[in-house]
């Protein structure tokens, strides 16, 4: 008696997509969260709203895309804005995101300008903002461990990846170069040192 035939299989239709916001509404609003919460500095809560929390990048595009942003003129969260809501809605998406960056946190520091030569001026509170220093710093430090690991995904490998990294810190804070040489020495030797090990990788 023969078996019976096996039921059928879907088709494998591969990893499911990533996360991607609904809408342009979804992404005014992730992005005008995301700047209100970037007291002491935007760059750290982009990577966790972004990445950890909404999923709409992975670690080692994040890194990529703010590569690019750091190279380019300007703030380099501005320039980071712009390239994710142009990767999602284009040229409509690009606007969105910066309006959803700018918006709020505008509206924030114009009254904060209005209220600086009372309350701003007082010695405690000059004194209170001195202290979110420490904070930016603190912030600053963290985002870079967090994105460390992504180091093993990039074609130059972890540890060249890591001597790039310290001889950044060490220009940067040692040497106090301006960030236009870092950019194109240290950056220059980084991409060259991709593309060698590209190259190699797509070889017979």
Do not use: C
């Not at 991607?20 to 970037?38: H, I, K, N």
């Amino acid at each position: 008696m023969a078996s019976p035939a096996p039921p059928p299989t879907a088709p494998d239709d591969g990893p499911p997509a990533p996360p991607r916001p609904e809408s342009l509404s979804v992404l005014f609003w992730a992005f005008t969260w995301l700047a209100l919460q970037g007291f002491g500095g935007v760059l750290a809560v982009a990577q966790r709203e972004l990445v950890e929390r909404l999923g709409w990048m992975s670690r080692e595009e994040f890194v990529e895309t703010l590569a690019v942003a750091q190279v380019l003129p300007g703030p380099n969260i501005v320039n980071l804005s712009l390239m994710i809501g142009d990767r999602f809605f284009g040229l409509r998406g690009a606007m969105v995101a910066l309006a959803g960056m700018l918006a709020f946190p505008s509206v924030v520091v114009l009254v904060l300008a209005a209220l600086s030569t009372t309350w701003l001026a007082s010695p405690q509170m000059s004194g209170a903002l001195r202290g979110m220093g420490a904070v930016s710093a603190g912030l600053i430090l963290a985002t870079g461990l967090k994105l460390l690991p992504s180091l093993r995904q990039n074609p130059v490998g972890f540890w060249p990846g890591a001597v790039l990294a310290a001889l950044v810190f060490g220009a940067t804070v040692w040497l106090k170069l301006p960030l236009f040489w870092i950019v194109l020495s240290v950056g220059g030797l980084g991409m060259t040192l991709a593309l060698i090990a590209l190259k190699r990788s797509r070889a017979p």
